[in-house]
């Protein structure tokens, strides 16, 4: 059995102004499974090639917070006791930011909790 899932891409915008990007992770839900997961990957490189005076440790850590918003917890901060699908919500959120998300997207999965994994693979290594 397939179930629904929604996704965003998290991308990297180290210039707004410019608009330029790379694709850095993927969150994704699925009410039906009860999953909310990120999966992250900073290419260095490209960030770099884009803007060389980008600060990759700041844009490390804005990823970082991403996912602790995600996998919620303590590293969810004030997002700690949401629930999955209103932090999914929050973070996909438009911002005008260095770290932003992309639209959202559905799919179908049997496995919704290995389409993060999947999803990383295919769109933005």
């Known amino acids: 059995m397939k179930l629904v899932y929604e996704y965003a891409l998290i991308r990297v915008v180290p210039r707004v102004e410019r608009g ?10 699925s ?8 999966a992250i990957h900073l290419d260095a490189a490209r ?10 440790a700041a844009v490390r850590a804005a990823l970082d917070a991403v996912a602790g918003v995600c996998g919620g917890g303590a590293a969810a901060g004030q997002a700690a ?13 438009p911002r005008s930011t260095v770290v932003q998300p992309g639209p959202v997207h559905c ?19």
């Open 81 to 93: 006791d949401e629930e999955p699908g209103r932090r999914f919500r929050w973070l996909t959120a």
């Open 47 to 56: 960030l770099l090639a884009l803007d060389p005076a980008a600060d990759v």
């Open 31 to 38: 009410r039906q499974a009860g999953v909310l997961r990120s």
């Open 20 to 29: 330029e990007q790379i694709n850095a992770g993927v969150l994704v839900y």
């Open 107 to 125: 799919g179908l999965s049997a496995d919704p909790a290995s389409e993060a994994d999947r999803l990383l693979d295919l769109l933005v290594r």
